[in-house]
């Protein structure tokens, strides 16, 4: 694989002044509890979007992207607003608007793109593009931005310019994880912490299980839970659904639909709380319970699993995983195992099997291990 500064000159016939790769994430437990302001403990991995790129003096962007080689992709920066760029253009485009809302100057810029994270997986690579293309960008215009503040403008390009109305954690992960730790964000007040996750050390594996059913998150599902969440919050008075820490509050919801969204979340967030405790005490094994309890929640009562997600994981228990669950947003993508590091061929073969009996494309598997955030290439000004 030539490397991103390499992809640059092929592009655009010059170096690139400024580099940065950003990664995906898997998140290990809290999943739908960002934007109702809870706790998340996502983890970075391995596989990242690279961006390079150079400053241009004419008030252009000009975007090319080695996974989409014939669509390149040139726009004035004055007729950068919502809805003017559309498909994988418009991440980057995003962050461009973000960064000038912001009151950064922002002159023209070329920008090179690569990728080995799978896109619509549930890995977060939307959120691994924008913060790559932030600290680039960053970078190239001389702003002198925090991590948090990078995560904030990625999340501002994502909501206000995709339009996808997303939490803060994919950023934040992309931004803020260390490797070996996962990030545990507080999202009521941004406060975050690292808490070590070193499953080998203790020989055992995430291993990452791709269905390969493909979602759409602009497509709307994401957008009905979240303004679900918002309702329910609405009705039992409180301003986020993190105010809710006793499952006796679903008494006050005549709604069950409503009920059972709420159910999830503060049940999710407790989760989160135990499997944090639980990995501060070195306790990673006893972890598996845990994020099975969390899979059920999100295929009972949030109702964002698919078929073949409750087909891994219940194939991936039967065959001697700790726990499983979907991660990510849902309705497609990855899921997480939780496997003894001598289990995880047969797990994989077992999930490869069950998949190819009712005749469904074969599944693929990631080895991840919790690996550090955004990181420049080739240069730094930032922190
Ligand atoms: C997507 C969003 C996140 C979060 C998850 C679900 O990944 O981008 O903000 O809401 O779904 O936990």
Known sequence: MATISGWFSQCYGRHPDAAWRA???????????????????????????????????????????????????????????PGAVTGWAAYP????????????????????????LPQGAGLASSAALECAVAACSADLAGARLTRPELAALAWRAENDFVGMPCGIMDQSAAMLCQAGHALLLDCRTGESADVPLDPAGIGLQVLVIDTGVRHQLTG???????AECEQAADRLGVPS???????????GLADPVLARRVRHVVTENARVEDTVALLRAGRLAECGPLLTRSHESLRDDFEVSWPEADLVVGTALAAGALGARMTGAGFG??????????????????????????GLAAPSFLEVTPARGASPVIKARIR
């Open 23 to 81: 990664p995906g994430r898997v998140n290990l437990i809290g999943e739908h509890t960002d934007y109702n302001g809870g706790l998340v403990l996502p983890f970075a991995i391995g596989q990242t979007v690279r961006v390079a790129g150079a400053a241009r003096p004419d008030g252009v962007l000009e975007l090319a992207s080695r996974q989409a080689p014939n669509d390149r992709v040139a726009i004035s920066l004055d007729a950068l607003e």
């Open 241 to 251: 659904l993190r105010e809710v820490t006793s499952e006796a509050a679903l008494a």
């Open 93 to 116: 485009a995003g962050v461009a608007w973000a960064l000038a809302e912001a009151g950064h100057q922002v002159q023209g810029a070329s920008l090179a793109i690569d990728s080995d």
């Open 220 to 226: 709307g599902e994401y957008a009905s839970r979240r």
């Open 333 to 358: 993508g990855c899921v997480l195992a939780l496997v003894p590091k001598d289990h995880a061929a047969a797990v994989a073969d077992a999930v490869s099997a069950g998949f190819a009996r009712p």
